[in-house]
């Protein structure tokens, strides 16, 4: 028992709780140290996690390095236009005198690297003139005008809508170029749209499946990647790139075009990979249209030579057996054997159980049009004659097809101010036509129009494009329609005999080369073509010749001002050694586009010709300052140098 009493046992109690309470506070205190350590370390670790994990921090990764380098590439496209390197890409670039555009000649080949083709020179108003009436032409080479652009459709119309139009300036501004298709001629008619055009007028479709970007290319079966390619190739680092390639190896080259390439790329329309030609054509007609939709549009459909040009290229069918080949081959030659004989009736007989074994090969068709045609059935022999062009296995005519398509595109957008005009039609009914089915008459060969066909073209545009003038753009025709003569046509422009001879002569050295070389009948075709430019020459006679040069003179007085006129002027004063005069013609030609390298060439040599020495070796070191590579100057300027620094021969005693 114990002698404590339960007041002391208490106080016990107590001193023993108050003996320990120091080690309890610490503790306790310890533990709230520790937990706000670990609410301070968890707040931190929340606050120190990235707020995107996962795929979301991917993307925020991805977006920030697209951002910064498009911000970088910016700032370098930017800069390297500030620092002046690389060139204009637009179609029209300012010219020396101020508010004048002119085409750009580099504008293709920016985009498509290797090219050399160029627009043909041309100068307009970036702010139109009051009363002015505007219009462009779009196309290709048929629609440029070959092989001589200034007697081209466009120059016809032009003459036609003045004297319909007479209180108005009339402009028709011919963009159209050899050499490319479609896919160039949507993005011309954009930088078109913004100098406020009154009427667009497309005739397109010759080089869609042989031109760039055909069928068997990567970027004709991905066409969305052309615009990409071209804006990438004429931006200032591509060009800067691309001036590195240069450097180190020479840019890349179109392929040369021989005969070789052309029997190694032929392909048939059924071809899967053709498809792709009419859909991109679909395409970039519409968008013609839409970039021209402020104005009207005139489409065309393109007609072409069914009677007088054969195909370029034949090929079979791909499901065409060993066995069957050798079959349709004996029929075929059993069909030109009687062809031969005149016997036509017996070689259509033959020609169509070869049709009946394949009907793909271009040729069969031409030979059964030509036998139709020769006993007067002319439904048929149209009928063949057009599925010879379109069996074409070297397409450079515009097929069914196409121009189905443009009719298509012309009909889908009624109410839109886009309209048809049906070249084909007029020209198969036009008086010149003598059966209802195109030739020589309106060609020169393929595609390329004679003066003849294109004032026939010129004339069925002529009422469609008045129409839309008044109904669309209020502007006010004369009272009736007025057509000048084909007569009064050639005065204005001065198309001569001279030059009838001179285009002829042009179009027989092109058909002289690839790829008309494997066509039906192509020696004798040749011939033909001779024999018409001897016919003409034969006419020639210093009557001729003064008519000529009357022609000319009265056309210049009337049109002082057309550069153009002057200039095919000066090819014939300087071909028959006139060169004081043709001097004074290029004078003005030189003026109104100094840094045409053609033009001022032909200026120096008129010089030369005419003794101004001094004054010819001026022109020939500016050719050089335009282009210090370009040989011929260099060549010339030593001959001229040469000729100043020696001295006169001495007279001989008689």
Request: glycine fraction near 8%; proline fraction near 5%.
């Amino acid at each position: 028992m114990s002698n404590s009493s339960p007041k002391s046992r208490k106080r016990g109690k107590s001193k023993s709780r108050k003996g320990s309470g120091p080690r309890l506070n610490r503790a306790s205190k310890s533990k709230k140290e520790s937990k706000q350590k670990s609410r301070t370390r968890q707040r931190g670790e929340r606050e120190m996690r990235p707020l995107f994990t996962g795929w979301s921090g991917w993307y925020l990764r991805v977006g920030v390095a697209i951002t910064a380098s498009v911000f970088f590439i910016a700032v370098l496209e930017f800069g390297l236009f500030i620092g002046g390197i690389g060139h204009a890409s637009d179609f029209f670039v300012p010219t020396q005198d101020k508010g004048v555009l002119t085409t750009n000649k580099r504008y293709v080949g920016l985009r498509h690297l290797g090219s050399i083709v160029r627009p043909h020179p041309i100068r307009v108003s970036q702010v139109k003139p009051s009363g002015t009436i505007r219009i462009f032409i779009f196309g290709e080479s048929a629609a440029m005008g070959t092989p001589d652009p200034y007697f081209g459709f466009g120059k016809i119309l032009k003459d036609m809508l003045e004297k319909n139009f007479p209180n108005n300036r009339v402009e028709v501004i011919n963009v159209a170029m050899r050499g490319i298709n479609s896919h160039f001629i949507g993005s011309i008619s954009r930088d078109c749209a913004k100098l406020n055009p009154d009427l667009f007028i497309v005739y397109m479709g010759n080089n869609e499946a042989c031109g760039q970007y055909g069928p068997e290319s990567f970027l004709g079966q991905h066409s969305a990647l052309i615009p990409v390619v071209h804006r990438v190739n004429r931006s200032r680092i591509g060009q800067l790139l691309n001036s590195g390639i240069q450097k180190n190896g020479g840019p890349p080259q179109e392929k040369t075009q021989s005969m070789e390439y052309f029997r190694e790329h032929k392909i048939l329309p059924d071809d899967p990979k053709s498809q792709a030609v009419f859909s991109n054509y679909r395409d970039n007609l519409k968008q013609i249209c839409e970039n021209g939709d402020r104005a009207g549009v005139l489409v065309l459909t393109v007609a072409a030579n069914l009677r007088d040009f054969p195909p370029l290229g034949s090929m079979h069918g791909n499901d065409l057996t060993g066995q069957q080949l050798q079959e349709w081959e004996s029929i075929y030659r059993e069909g030109v054997e009687y062809e031969n004989k005149k016997d036509a009736e017996e070689a259509i007989a033959s020609y169509l159980e070869a049709t009946a074994i394949d009907d793909h090969y271009a040729e069969l068709h031409f030979r059964l049009g030509r036998c139709y045609l020769a006993i007067g059935k002319l439904k048929e022999a149209r009928n063949h004659f057009i599925l010879a062009r379109d069996w074409d296995a070297i397409q450079f005519r515009t097929s069914s097809r196409l121009n189905e398509i443009a009719r298509e595109v012309a009909a889908g957008n009624t109410g839109k101010k886009v309209y048809l005009v049906d070249t084909e039609k007029a020209i198969a009914e036009s008086e010149l036509c003598r059966d209802g089915i195109g030739g020589s008459e309106f060609f020169y060969d393929h595609v390329h129009f004679s003066f003849d066909g294109d004032y026939e073209l010129a004339k069925a545009i002529l009422p469609e494009a008045i129409g839309v003038l008044k109904q669309d753009r209020g502007l006010s025709p004369a009272k009736s329609l007025v057509i000048p003569s084909r007569s009064e046509c050639a005065k204005r422009l001065a198309f001569t005999p001279w030059d009838e001879i001179n285009c002829r002569a042009g179009v027989a050295d092109m058909t002289a080369r690839p790829p008309f070389l494997d066509q039906l009948d192509h020696e004798l075709s040749q011939s033909h073509i001779q024999d018409k430019i001897k016919q003409f020459m034969s006419g020639i006679d210093q009557s001729t010749i003064d008519t000529v040069f009357q022609t000319y003179d009265n056309a210049i007085n009337a049109h002082s001002d057309d550069w153009n006129l002057r200039y095919n002027y000066s090819r014939l004063l300087y071909t028959v050694k006139r060169y004081g005069e043709t001097a004074r013609q290029m004078e003005y030609v030189v003026t109104t586009f100094p840094s045409e390298i053609s033009f001022r060439m032909l200026y120096a040599h008129a010089l030369l010709g005419s003794s101004s020495i001094e004054q010819a070796i001026s022109h020939y070191r500016k050719v050089l300052e335009y282009d210090a590579s370009y040989k011929p100057a260099q060549q010339a300027l030593d001959r001229a140098l040469q000729i100043k620094n020696t001295p006169p021969s001495p007279m001989l005693p008689r």
